[in-house]
């Protein structure tokens, strides 16, 4: 064979091990199959410093629908990073469970797999949770870190019924604290949220573990945290609407009692996380801090009549100016 072809052939096989053997495990999402339209300006939550932890593409049925950032010591996802879709909020209890097989093997489409109802090779779990862990297990539930209630089409439904994708959560705190606050957020952003709305869900620990065989196999959270961006919202909303946007935090314990979910800036989410995690300075959920671009110039900043007093007065030159730009 000819040097040419050699060369040929190398650069075919390298163009098509990029094009069409993505592995999930990526090194980045800079890239549109590499789950980057996820993202809020296409840029993941800065910050994270523990090197152990692996950046998933999350592909089901060869496309990308999520991201993830896998702790593969404690065998669970630091946080899912998505896109909400707008839903009725019913659920759906018929996806198979499945697993990423690319945290074990190189090889492969770079899909996410159902588990087998035979054996599942022991590289897979050592690389990742399995039903196993789980099954007798009575505290604990697997949390969805992005939940299908917030997925309209069936495909990105049943993508989020991954074990990368879920954590052990109380069983009282899973059905009652967190699951009404992802049933809250699902109404705001269906209702006034215009544009996508990116949402960032994750966990910190302490180092409990689920334990099978004498083994510590899945880390349990000691908190649960979530964030969304929309910079596109109703800015007619009530007051008690608006306050909520562009951006919004909320934290809670992973506990029996106690778990109120507790709605925040995503500035103190951040300064909380900071002291809990292995974060740099320069730690940051959304890029620029979900702040897009203001249709109305500075010096027109103010409030609309409808926020202001009913004893509040002005002149009524003033009044016909405020009435004339914010109608």
């Known amino acids: 064979m000819s040097p040419s072809v050699i060369l040929l ?10 094009h069409w053997g993505t592995a999930t495990v990526v090194e980045d999402f800079n890239h549109v199959e590499r789950c980057k339209d996820t993202l809020y300006m296409g840029t993941p939550p800065r910050g ?35 896109t909400f879709k707008k839903t009725e909020g019913d659920r759906r209890v018929d996806y198979p469970w499945m697993y990423e097989p690319q945290l074990a093997e190189l090889d492969g489409n770079g899909n996410m797999m159902p588990f087998p109802t035979g054996y599942l090779h022991m ?61 809250r957020i699902r109404v705001r952003l269906n209702n006034f949220c215009r544009g ?29 945290w979530s964030a969304y961006c929309c910079a596109e919202y109703d800015r007619n909303a009530p007051h008690n609407i608006r306050i909520h946007f562009p951006t919004q935090a909320a934290l809670a314990k992973n506990t029996k009692e106690g778990n109120r979910v507790q709605e925040l800036t995503v ?8 002291n809990k995690m292995a974060i740099d300075k320069n730690f940051q959920l959304f890029y620029d801090n979900c702040n897009s671009p203001s249709p109305l110039p500075p010096y027109l900043h103010y409030a609309k009549l409808s926020d202001l007093p009913s004893d509040y007065s002005f002149g009524c030159g003033v009044h016909f100016f405020l009435a004339f730009f914010f109608p």
């Open 196 to 224: 996508t709305a990116y949402i960032i869900t994750g966990v910190t620990t302490t180092g409990n573990m689920i334990r099978r065989n004498n083994q510590d196999r899945v880390g349990i959270p000691e908190d649960v």
């Open 48 to 82: 994270f410093r523990n090197s152990r932890l692996k950046k998933i593409c999350q592909h089901y049925a060869g496309k990308p629908r999520y991201v993830t950032l896998f702790d593969s010591k404690n065998r669970i996802p630091v946080y899912s990073a998505y």
């Open 267 to 274: 500035q103190d989410l951040e300064n909380y996380l900071t």
């Open 9 to 18: 052939t190398l650069a075919i096989t390298i163009l098509l091990s990029e």
């Open 123 to 183: 590289k897979f779990e050592d690389s990742q949770a399995v039903l196993n862990d789980y099954s007798d297990v009575v505290l604990y539930e697997r949390g969805h870190l992005n939940p299908d209630q917030h997925q309209s089409d069936p495909q990105d439904r049943a993508a989020t019924y991954t074990l990368t994708n879920v954590v052990p959560e109380i069983r009282e705190f899973n059905i009652g604290p967190w699951r009404e606050h992802e049933e």
